[in-house]
T-cell receptor, first 116, second 113 residues
Framework: GAGVSQSPSNKVTEKGKDVELRCDPI?????LYWYRQSLGQGLEFLIY????????KSGLPSDRFSAERTGGSVSTLTIQRTQQEDSAVYLC??????????????FGPGTRLTVL | SQQGEEDPQALSIQEGENATMNCSYK?????LQWYRQNSGRGLVHLILIRSNEREKHSGRLRVTLDTSKKSSSLLITASRAADTASYFCATPLTRSGNTPLVFGKGTRLSVIA
C-alpha cells in the first residue's frame, strides 16, 4: 500500500475487556514498531519486529500487552484486561532495513484507545 | 525514559516569522531525527542528521547538531499556518540497525495567520 495503515482508528472499550489493534506496514518494510502516546506526552516504544528475528519486547509495560507479526507483514497488538491507564494513541511504524540505526520510520495514523 | 527533551514546550508566532525549537539528549548517538505530528495522530519524518554532520537543510528547515553539548535545533524559516503542529526530536535507542527511536515530549508550534 501507499503507507502504513492501522485499524480501527478509534476504539472505546470497557475496563477488563481485551482489545486487538492492527497494523499494515508498507510493503517491503521488514522492521515494524509499536509505540504508545499518552495525552500530551511523547512516544513510548513498546515492541519491535525485524524480519524473522525474535521481537524486542523490552518496552511492553506489562504482561497484559503482547504483539505478533504474521508472515512478516501485518501485526496485531493485543491488550488483555484493559485498564484506564491504557487509554492512549497507539502508533505503528515501519522502516526499511538499514544498518547503523539510520532508519527513517513511516508512521500510521494511529488507533485512539479509550478505556472506560 | 525520555531521551530527548524539546524546548520550548509551546511556541506561538506570526506567519512569516522564523520558529526555532531545541532538543537536548542524554547519551551518545549516531544520528538524530525530527518528526512533525498534526492533530495528535501519525508522525511524519522531516529530517535526519548524522553525528558527523553539524548542519543540514531541507527546504525551509535547518537542523543543527552539537554532539559536544548533546543538543540539536530545528529552525523553520518563513513559517506558514500549515506549519502548525507538534515537533519531536528522536534518537536511536541503540546503535544497531532498525533500532526503535526514543522521542521527546515535543514542541507545540502555533503559526497565526
Amino acid at each position: 500500500g501507499a503507507g502504513v495503515s492501522q485499524s480501527p482508528s478509534n476504539k472505546v472499550t470497557e475496563k477488563g475487556k481485551d482489545v486487538e489493534l492492527r497494523c499494515d506496514p508498507i510493503s517491503g518494510h521488514t522492521a515494524l514498531y509499536w509505540y504508545r502516546q499518552s495525552l500530551g506526552q511523547g512516544l513510548e516504544f513498546l515492541i519491535y519486529f525485524q524480519g524473522n528475528s525474535a521481537p524486542d519486547k523490552s518496552g511492553l509495560p506489562s504482561d497484559r500487552f503482547s504483539a505478533e507479526r504474521t508472515g512478516g507483514s501485518v501485526s496485531t497488538l493485543t491488550i488483555q484486561r484493559t485498564q484506564q491507564e491504557d487509554s492512549a494513541v497507539y502508533l505503528c511504524a515501519s522502516s526499511l532495513v538499514r544498518g547503523g540505526g539510520y532508519n527513517e520510520q513511516f508512521f500510521g495514523p494511529g488507533t485512539r484507545l479509550t478505556v472506560l | 525514559s525520555q531521551q530527548g527533551e524539546e524546548d520550548p514546550q509551546a511556541l506561538s508566532i506570526q506567519e512569516g516569522e522564523n520558529a526555532t525549537m531545541n532538543c537536548s539528549y542524554k547519551t551518545s548517538i549516531n544520528n538524530l531525527q525530527w518528526y512533525r505530528q498534526n492533530s495528535g495522530r501519525g508522525l511524519v519524518h522531516l529530517i535526519l542528521i548524522r553525528s558527523n554532520e553539524r548542519e543540514k537543510h531541507s527546504g525551509r528547515l535547518r537542523v543543527t547538531l552539537d554532539t559536544s553539548k548533546k543538543s540539536s535545533s530545528l529552525l523553520i524559516t518563513a513559517s506558514r499556518a500549515a506549519d502548525t503542529a507538534s515537533y519531536f526530536c528522536a534518537t536511536p535507542l541503540t546503535r544497531s540497525g532498525n533500532t526503535p527511536l526514543v522521542f521527546g515530549k515535543g514542541t507545540r508550534l502555533s503559526v497565526i495567520a
